[in-house]
């Protein structure tokens, strides 16, 4: 399992597994947030299995499909949602933890100046850099 911090409450990851939830537990993570749809996977990896590994480790386990036609204004703050009325870390999920991480930072820009997005991006191996118009345009439309 590739978990990476992104800030002290947001972790993103590539896919994982039924087996990586006591890991997760573990690890302190309280949520698992699954962003990607079960029609990229096989079934071993579907939601539901997933759902049913993250119960039995003790995690609370949602389901935000993403892809990059769904990144709506809607999608990402509902996503958003799933992420911060959390009690504890939240870990997302999705192929390569691409989408995870760009959907967070989207929602972040509101509050966060994008040098700072692009950093915690970065730190967890995400390179946003491209993205800076469109978080500089969203933090200056939230001001």
Not at 44 to 50: F, I, M, P
Not at 95 to 105: E, K, M, N, Q
Not at 120 to 126: D, I, K, L, T
Request: net charge negative.
């Amino acid at each position: 399992m590739d978990m990476r911090q992104i800030t002290p409450r947001f972790f993103a990851a590539p896919q994982i597994s039924a087996e990586d939830m006591p890991a997760i537990a573990s690890a302190g993570i309280k949520r698992v947030l699954c962003n990607r749809p079960d029609m990229e996977v096989p079934p071993s990896h579907h939601c539901a299995v997933l759902a049913e590994a993250a119960k039995a480790a003790g995690l609370e386990f949602v389901i935000q499909p993403l892809t990059h036609q769904s990144m709506t204004p809607d999608v990402i703050a509902s996503n958003h949602a799933l992420m911060t009325d959390c009690d504890g870390p939240v870990l997302a999920y999705c192929a390569s933890g691409t989408r995870s991480t760009i959907a967070w930072a989207l929602a972040a820009a509101n509050e966060i100046p994008a040098d700072q997005i692009i950093q915690a991006a970065r730190s967890g191996g995400y390179d946003l850099e491209n993205l800076r118009p469109t978080f500089e345009a969203i933090h200056a439309s939230a001001r």
